[in-house]
């Protein structure tokens, strides 16, 4: 049986840890000599206080629910993948390759090629640690971290090498075609009446986001395969007893991760800067390892926990510039610490509300 709910473990724990997070922020904040009541306040509405804001936070959102995704896949299958933020980036060299590669008449034409140009140059670079870990037992979280640093420097001969603009001493491509113009939120309103800020950058992608999060709980929880991934990662001696194949289940688990976390490159590639720039990931493969952790690992509890770190993001950025006395170092504190509320002292929380749930279950028996 299990110590409690499915509600307490997906709502109640995330909640209790935010709010302890808020908490100590709210003391830093309060030590420097701020108001930790108006830097909450300056954030909220930095973030979801105008079309601009939300356009903003959803653009984030977007990318942290791609990454988050990533990690979430890997991890069911008993690995932790903190290799994204490499993935992302090769696979926008990817996304490159085929948008340059042609004049695209529309962007409904050019989409599905980005996406397998994106998802197979991520799955590839995720497939090379996984092997290193099935066949030649390396770590996997070893090897994933050092080919972050691998894509940055392929990322960088590229980009000043055969991929450059050589318009411009920027280390980026030339600008993408028009008919791959993803359309942004306001275009995608404006035919519908809707006011909507057109400076924000999110698009189309953020449904693919939600396309995506969809297929990965139908993968992991309604196919055979899905099953076999979440059996090894309880128990891979038990479903090697069964006759899952370890090799099989390290190989396709981060392969299907590499592709996710290299759908980053649509949104950001594809969708906002229209050319490949260098380091345009951004943090992004790390925030959606505790974007994993928060959500649970789960499709739904992802997308939450991209939402509050995509307001995070642009409310940190609004934060600096209505409160000077806010240091970007301080903004990275806040985003620090609900990390580690809800990813390393998750134990911490967890116990005390396990023995709760026991004791009304005693009580009530």
């Known amino acids: 049986m299990d110590k409690m709910p ?14 302890l997070a808020l908490f100590a922020s709210g003391l830093v904040v309060l030590a420097i000599g701020q108001d930790p009541v108006q ?5 909220i509405k930095g973030a979801l206080g105008s079309t601009s804001g939300i356009g903003y936070t959803l653009y984030y959102a977007t990318n942290y629910m791609f990454t988050g995704l990533a990690v979430a896949v890997a991890f069911h299958g008993r690995m932790f993948n903190i290799g994204g933020e490499g993935q992302a980036a090769i696979s926008g060299v990817g996304v490159a390759v085929v948008l340059l590669a042609f004049d695209w008449p529309h962007w409904t034409v050019a989409l599905p090629f980005a996406i397998l140009g994106g998802g197979l140059f991520g799955a590839v670079w995720a497939a090379i640690p996984a092997y290193l870990q099935a066949k030649r037992g390396s770590h996997i979280v070893i090897t994933t971290i050092m080919f972050n640093f691998i894509a940055a420097a392929v990322m960088g001969y590229l980009l000043n090498g055969i991929l450059k603009n050589p318009n411009t001493q920027s280390a980026e491509t030339v600008k993408f075609p028009d008919g791959a113009h993803l359309p942004t939120i306001h275009e995608m309103l404006a035919p519908l009446g809707i006011e909507f800020s057109k400076s924000a950058p999110a698009n189309v992608s953020f449904l693919l986001a939600l396309l995506c999060a969809f297929l990965v709980w139908f993968l992991l929880w309604r196919t055979r395969l899905g099953y076999a991934i979440r059996a090894f990662g309880h128990s891979p001696s038990a479903a090697s007893y069964a006759g899952i194949s370890a090799f099989k289940i390290t190989m396709i688990a981060m392969i299907i991760s590499g592709a996710l976390a290299g759908m980053l490159s649509i ?27 928060m959500g649970r690992n ?64 005693k009580g009530q028996s």
């Open 267 to 293: 949104n950001v590639v594809m969708g906002e800067q229209e050319r490949l720039i260098k380091e345009f990931v951004e943090g992004a493969g790390f925030v959606g390892i505790a974007v994993a952790l």
């Open 39 to 43: 830097a909450i306040t300056v954030m």
């Open 298 to 361: 789960h499709p739904i509890g992802i997308i939450l926990a991209a939402l509050l770190f995509g307001m995070l993001a642009q409310g940190g950025f609004e934060l600096l510039w209505e409160m000077p006395g806010i240091s970007k170092e301080v903004v990275l504190v806040i985003q620090g610490m609900i990390i580690l509320f809800t990813g390393a002292l998750d134990y911490m929380v967890r116990k005390p509300i396990e023995k709760l749930f026991i004791r009304a279950r």
């Open 6 to 19: 499915k509600w307490a473990d997906v709502v109640l724990i995330p909640l209790i840890s935010l709010s």
